[in-house]
């Protein structure tokens, strides 16, 4: 029973990461996204643990390396993500010319 489990999960994880990954090819996510990388970790997890299982040890040590440089990712993304700019800044997406056409006029 365990070994249709384990079977399971890395069939599992290979399936979690094709979708990730068609997604990622159809531009629903990008490649630098939680989503990615997030989806990328827990197959990868799933595809490890099936792998030592068998003791396939190439795959699970690679999937391994995966899980870390994902999760490393993810935590530097969310440093990042978590620094408070000073209100100084200004982001220039925000933006707008704006005048009347009086102004226009007159600037011509």
Request: proline share 2%.
């Amino acid at each position: 029973m365990l070994d249709a489990i384990m079977l399971g999960l890395g069939f599992a994880g290979g399936v979690i990461y094709l979708a990730a990954y068609f997604s990622l090819a159809r531009a629903w996510i990008t490649g630098t996204s939680y989503v990615f990388h997030g989806t990328s970790v827990i197959s990868c997890i799933l595809i490890a643990v099936s792998s030592a299982y068998s003791e396939a040890w190439p795959s699970a040590v690679v999937n391994m390396v995966f899980i870390v440089i994902g999760s490393g990712f993810i935590v530097k993304k969310a440093i990042a993500d978590s620094v408070i700019y000073p209100s100084t800044v200004t982001n220039v997406s925000e933006l707008a010319f704006q005048t009347d056409k009086q102004g226009l006029t007159d600037a011509a």
